[in-house]
């Protein structure tokens, strides 16, 4: 079945330390996205990639970086300049040229700093 | 710029009642809408989509919304809540050209509670 999938689905990490959560999407989008969710702030856009080796800023990248080596991963590491990085962090791919824009999501990955 | 309001962070109805969650867009160009359902510590999964076609869209487990231009709104409906509709909701905006093109702007989320 396609679909898109993340790892681990919890992961907890000290202060200080980076950490990379996985995406992988076997859909053949071109498109993928991360996002940050926090309790009442809905998803926030933090990085995204339209092709393979190139990616943009989304709308709170600092504190994250990202690599977009094959079309089918796109990991985001969460570095120790997060300043506040326990959230729910989601994934998802679009295919580029689709009529709607519609995202497919992945099941999330919840971080937690100890 | 486009940006989503979603009227009501908690809504709660009673099994069998009128589900209605409120949502207003602001876009510069014709927008895609969505709505997502997300049920706890899980992914966001596709209700339905509006993407210029008939303005009253329908969904799965029985959801449907219309979009209204005039009042720059996507409303979901259900008419009647069963228990398993409990969740959180969120409305979507994409904008069909420009810079902004695939990129969604989310609201904040509604949770629907649903009693016996």
């Known amino acids: 079945d396609g679909g898109i999938t993340q790892s681990p689905k919890y992961l907890f990490r000290k202060e200080g330390q980076n950490v990379t959560l996985s995406c992988e999407q076997n859909?053949?989008?071109?498109?993928m996205y991360w996002y940050r969710q926090d309790p009442g702030q809905g998803l926030r856009l933090i990085y995204y990639?339209?092709?393979?080796?190139?990616?943009q800023k989304g709308d709170i990248a600092e504190g994250y970086s990202v690599s977009r080596e094959k079309k089918e991963s796109f990991p985001l590491t969460v570095t120790s300049a997060q300043k506040n990085p326990t959230a729910f962090y989601l994934c998802?791919?679009?295919?580029?040229?689709?009529?709607?824009?519609?995202?497919?999501f992945g099941p999330g990955t919840r971080l937690t700093v100890l | 710029a486009q940006s989503v309001t979603q009227l009501g962070s908690h809504v709660s109805v009673s099994e069998g009642a009128l589900v209605l969650l409120r949502c207003n867009y602001s876009?510069?160009?014709?927008?895609?809408l969505f709505w997502y359902v997300q049920y706890p510590n899980q992914g966001l999964q596709l209700l339905l989509k509006?993407?210029?076609?008939?303005?009253l869209v329908k969904g799965i487990n029985g959801f449907e919304a219309e979009f209204k231009k005039s009042e720059t709104s996507f409303h979901l409906t259900k008419p009647s809540a069963h228990m398993s509709d409990a969740a959180e909701y969120f409305c979507?905006?994409?904008?069909?050209?420009?810079?902004?093109?695939?990129?969604?702007?989310f609201g904040q989320g509604t949770i629907l509670t649903v009693h016996p």
């Open positions: 979507a905006v994409s904008s069909t050209g420009g810079t902004s093109y695939g990129k969604l702007t």
């Open positions: 998802a791919s679009r295919l580029a040229g689709g009529r709607s824009n519609e995202q497919c």
């Open positions: 859909l053949n989008h071109d498109a």
């Open positions: 990639s339209q092709i393979v080796n190139d990616f």
């Open positions: 509006y993407t210029s076609a008939a303005t």
């Open positions: 876009s510069s160009v014709p927008p895609y």
